[in-house]
């Protein structure tokens, strides 16, 4: 079974005019149309089982109303292999019981999005979020490193997830893009042997952007080198598989990881087998 544990899609009344507005600030093209219905087409292509769409909260008034529309996509398209997760907001006064309702809706996890957000992975606002979800079994998936749309800006930096670990309660912790996107270096040097998962989500190969707000040598991404060492360091039972679609292929990305000097059994964590085992599959 091949699992994408990180994708995003947006309302369909909406899903034109936010690519383009996010497109414009990470100055990188999307490879499908952010829908339910184009994810899941490239699902298809790719010959992906099992999508995670991972919400994004910008601001606290949103948590609500994205948790529910969570939930109805999940409902809607659970034969076509897609399964949201919820999103919470550190400043939304509610969470505690926000929370509980997200795990009522039978949604298994969360989105954090500490760079949007406005607030660092260490924050005390963060903290309390990370203990009830613990205590919920909710899966946190957070932002961690660099963000192509905001250069410069780290809110979920190695050390910062170093102190939020150690300060919160257990927890099933997701770091995307590799545990901290261009942070690798740091990413080696503090967080293996963390009970952490990091994803592979836009972290691999080479993009090229659509101007000269980034140049190529900006945008190159870990090599096979730096890929294997950091598989390595976390060992293959903490890499979970993500595209990060529509930013990234879904086929291209899982054509890259294949053709990596990985057993078949790494290959199998990888691509799913870990995943299936967080969400409890």
Known sequence: MIIDFHTHTFPPKIAASTLSKLSAMSHTLPFTDGTPEGLRASMGEA??????????????RQVEHINDSSAAISENFREAGLLSFGCMHPDYEGWHEELARIKSLGLRGIKLHPVYQGVDFDDPRTLRILDRAGELGLIVVTHAGLDIGFPGVVRCSPEMVKNAVKQAGPVKLVLAHMGGWRCWDKVLELLPGLPVFIDTSFSTGRRTPIDSHYSEEELQLLDSDGFM???????????????????????????????????????????????????GM
């Open 47 to 60: 010959g992906v089982d099992l999508s995670v769409v991972l919400p994004v909260a910008t601001a606290p």
């Open 229 to 279: 060492e950091l598989v390595k360091a976390f060992g293959p039972g903490r890499v979970l598989f993500g595209s990060d679609s529509p930013w990234s292929s879904q086929r291209e990305s899982l054509d890259w990881i294949r053709a990596q000097p990985l057993s078949q059994g790494e290959l199998h964590m990888i691509l799913g087998g870990n995943a299936a085992g967080l969400l």
